[in-house]
């Protein structure tokens, strides 16, 4: 990369690249998309979850007013119906999740008029092998359920949700983690609706306070405003299970509230907003780009220290001090705490902050007893919310870059576990990104900045990411993508933007040089992509719900691919002055 044109190009595209972010920051500090991110899967569990609470006796306002929200729902839903049948957001392939909850939220909300929707909606469900299809059981279950409220399937036949298992609440939080308030809210509906007789009968009745306990637990710490993460699709599934039972109608009716209040313009519901995520990755990349000291992150670091919890999820048994995806009350993640935590660190006045200590603390107290990190709760079951590798990894790094030695026991025992999980072509996996590409390139950097990264972990990690690297120069998967063998998604194994720069900027923390042909084929395409705008295009990456429910994100797709070229102007910058004094 020493040829002039090419360092004028790379240059060019780092600083355009982080004008880019910095344009789409806000006054808040938050640095994110506009406009709209319209969900079909999210606007179908909202139709569902305000038709139930409806019927039973639950609204938030005058019925005219919510049935007309939901009519223009539906119409959009109808005008963003695929050729093939199916619907999934903007930049994702059809998906058999999203497709099979829609088709029921229109047959239990419009049955009369979208006859032709749903026909074609179904077929295209059967013809990927119906709900059995779906990677994750709990959403097989999930459409089932819809299925059963729409008058397409019988309840009685549906498993029933234990409520028993909130008798021992360390084994619930342990196996259920963030669903915990969602399965309490849905059994607890499915206990009223299909009561059972004798002992049974008496078990449900004397666990409902519990259940109701645990949702409204979330509730109260949201502020009592009815949204739950600020998410519609978790605020839906909370509210159709609660509206069934006829329980705590004061959280329906703010949940409904909520949701008719965040509707969008031209209908339907938006994805969850992710202020605090695509702020942590913007906020990497200009660091990594040099901008530390530029007044234009003092909001964003502002608005970081507001957001972090100074409230306990005691549901969950997680204590205050970390970050979730969005606001001061969202439901916590270790990712996010870890990457801001480090971020707080590395902007000026970082060393002094108490923000910094307070996130570093929920790490160390969060940490799994085999050294790994789950999502939300300690010594999660593996699974959904489980240990995840690329978590431990960043953990890790945060708490070096926090001031942690390499022999700490924390980071040792984080290395620890990645070694143990890491698979036997050198891969690991990680939780909220598809295929292996993040989760081995995030260990890759975790055991080089440990000082480990001649170990066989790391040698055989990056290994796998150069055998992974495409002809074109790009990185995809590298390896089986449940989610898009499910939807039949050809495209699932071809070179984004994000898996190209995840695994790019990891070969150069790890001393691969800036002009090795990996490097330099990664880096040139990388270059090619950027678009006029000065942005990158987001690709079918990010999990919404694994392996099922997956959406595109322009910002976090920019962040990384200015990561990546920064670390590489950075290296190139170096060899080319070692050049200089060799000469």
Known sequence: MSDSAVATRLERAVRDGAEALFAVRRADGVVGPGGDRFSPANTAAVLVALRTARAHGVGAGPAGEEAA??????????SAQRPDGGWAMDGVPTETLTTAVTAAAL?????????????????????RGGEEGLPEPAMAGLVRQFDSLAG?????????????????????????????????????????QRGRSGLGGRLDAALRPRATGIVRQAFERERHAGSFSGD?????LITLGVGRSGLAPDIVRAATGWLSRTALPDGGWDLMPLDITWSSFAGAALLEAGYAEDPRLVPVREMFRRRQQSV???????????????????????LETAEISSLLHRLPGGTDDPHVRRGIGWLTAMQDRSGSWSLAVRDSRPGGFGPCPQMTAKAVVALLDCGAERSDARVLKGLRSLAEEQRPDGALEAMWYRGLTPGTSAALVAFTRAGQGGSEPALRARAFLLRSLRPDGSWGTGGHDPGAAADGD??????????????????????????????????????????????????????????????????????????????????????????????
């Open 312 to 334: 306990p999820f005691t549901a969950l048994a997680c204590p205050e001090g970390h970050w979730g995806f969005s606001t001061d009350r969202s439901w916590p993640m270790a």
């Open 232 to 236: 519609p699709w978790l605020t839906s």
């Open 490 to 583: 050809e495209a699932g194994s071809c070179g984004t933007v994000e898996e190209t720069a995840w695994a790019l900027h990891a070969l150069l923390v790890a001393g691969e040089a800036p002009d090795s042909a990996s490097v330099t084929s990664a880096a040139g395409w990388l270059l090619d992509r950027q678009e006029r705008d000065n942005t990158w295009p987001g690709a079918a990456v990010n999990e919404y719900v694994r392996h099922c429910y997956r959406y595109t994100d322009r910002v976090l797709a920019t962040a990384l691919a200015v990561k990546a070229l920064a670390r590489l102007r950075t290296a190139d910058g170096r060899q080319t002055r070692q050049e200089a004094g060799a000469a």
């Open 107 to 127: 047959t239990l909300t419009a049955p009369e008029t979208t006859r032709q929707e749903v026909a074609a909606a179904r077929a295209l469900v059967r013809s």
């Open 152 to 192: 397409e399937r019988d309840p009685a036949t549906l498993p029933r949700l234990p409520l028993e298992l909130l008798l021992l609440p360390g084994l619930a939080r342990r196996t259920l983690s963030l669903r915990l308030p969602i399965f309490s809210a849905l059994a607890l509906g499915q206990s009223v």
């Open 69 to 78: 929200l939901c009519q223009q729902a539906v119409e959009r839903l109808c």
